[in-house]
Every structure is written in structure tokens, then in C-alpha cells.
């Protein structure tokens, strides 16, 4: 089973700043088979980013993705308000597929 | 539009069983693979099950491998059966969407409690 790790596990910024999350993976994602997903309570997630660094339809260009192998990096630039919320990194390359166990971003 | 609708959650005993559903449409349904991810309370999210195009292309988490079975079923309609319960079953289950080629998951429903106690 790939272990997926994110860091940090919780962030408290500010609106207008710039973040950085990092999701480490156990062993290689195979074929950059690696999404990211915006999740607040009582909502279903959404998908934000596939393939490491493609934007999901509808997606702001505020959000980008990168990496390979087992290092990747999600960015958020210039938050809005509503961007607060849990982020989870996803690997689907390799059964069990697995979850990051998440990075919450607070409002300072 | 595509819309997932969960339903067939509910309160269960240890060791008891339990079959979710989820009403899809807006989109062709044998042309897309199909997931169950379930988020615990206070808990991340859990990848539970996936299924291809075919009732052999199943995928299971080593967490209810044995005990859960993914199938499709008549009416673009998506089920999970739950057997053997346990209280660490206790989640939100959410229906999602896959991609034509991969399991990547596009879009999810609204999702069902099943609450797992004595």
C-alpha cells in the first residue's frame, strides 16, 4: 500500500498570502497519478488538481500542482476566504488507492 | 448535470449488515469506474472501494476486504454490501464518480451515515 504523507497538518494564514502543502509518497506514484481535493464540512470534496498539475474544469488558476515520483506540492496563491478548508492529496495509480490524511488551513 | 444521491445509512449492530445505495445520472454509467471513500468522524478521508467496467474489476481497501462487496446494478444505480460491521465502519460514505480511463475521482455525492453501535 502507498502511504501518502501530508505536512503540515495545519496551517493558520491569512487571506492574500501564499501557501504550500507537501504530500510524500511511500513508493513511486506510477503514471503522475496523483490528485488533490478541497474538502469543507458538511460539503462533498471537490476535485481540484489530476495528474499532478492538471486543473480540474472550473478550477482558478490560483491553484497549481507539482512534483513526481514521491514529492509533490499543491500552491494556493493569494487565498480567498473561501479557500479555507481541509486539502487531501490522492494517489489512484495503484489499488489500494489512498488518501493523504489531510492538511487544514485556518484563517489567522 | 451529474448528481450521485446516497441513501441506506443507518444505526446497526456489531457484526450486523448493510447495503448502500446511490442514484446516478447525468452521465453514462457503465462508462466510468465508480468509488466508495468514507470519512470516520473527526477522521480524514478513507478510500473503501472501486469498481471498473466489468463486475471482476473490483478494488477493495485491506480494511474491508472480505467483508464489503462494490457491484452496479440496474437503473445507473451503485451499490456497497456491508458485512460483518464493525464500530470503526462508523462513517460517512460518499458515492464518487470516476474518470472514462482511471479511477480518478471527479465528482462526489452528499454521502450517508452509517453508525456501527450496540
Known amino acids: 500500500e502507498i502511504v501518502l504523507t501530508q505536512s503540515p497538518g495545519t496551517l493558520s494564514l491569512s487571506p492574500g498570502e501564499r501557501v504550500t502543502l507537501s504530500c510524500r509518497a511511500s513508493q513511486d506514484v506510477k503514471s503522475d497519478y496523483l490528485a488533490w481535493y478541497q474538502h469543507k464540512p458538511g460539503q462533498a470534496p471537490r476535485l481540484l488538481i489530476y495528474s499532478v498539475s492538471r486543473r480540474a474544469n472550473g478550477i482558478s488558476d490560483r491553484f497549481s500542482g507539482s512534483g513526481s515520483g514521491t514529492a509533490f506540492t499543491f500552491s494556493i496563491n493569494s487565498l480567498e476566504p473561501e479557500d479555507f478548508a481541509v486539502y487531501y492529496c490522492?494517489?489512484?495509480?495503484?489499488?489500494?488507492?489512498?488518501f493523504g490524511q489531510g492538511t487544514t488551513l485556518d484563517i489567522k | 448535470d451529474v448528481e450521485l444521491v446516497e441513501s441506506g445509512g443507518g444505526l446497526v449492530q456489531p457484526g450486523g449488515s448493510l447495503t448502500l445505495s446511490c442514484a446516478t445520472s447525468g452521465f453514462a454509467f457503465t462508462s466510468f469506474a465508480m468509488s466508495w471513500v468514507r470519512q470516520a468522524p473527526g477522521k480524514g478521508l478513507e478510500w473503501v472501494a472501486s469498481i471498473g467496467f466489468t463486475a471482476e474489476d473490483t478494488h477493495y481497501a485491506d480494511s474491508v476486504r472480505g467483508r464489503f462487496s462494490i457491484s452496479r446494478g440496474y437503473l445507473n444505480t451503485l451499490y456497497l454490501r456491508m458485512d460483518s460491521l464493525r464500530a470503526d465502519d462508523t462513517a460517512r460514505y460518499f458515492c464518487?464518480?470516476?474518470?472514462?480511463?482511471?479511477?480518478?475521482?471527479?465528482?462526489w455525492g452528499q454521502g450517508t451515515l452509517v453508525a456501527v453501535s450496540s
Open positions: 464518487a464518480k470516476g474518470a472514462r480511463q482511471t479511477t480518478l475521482i471527479t465528482f
Open positions: 490522492h494517489q489512484y495509480a495503484t489499488s489500494p488507492y489512498t
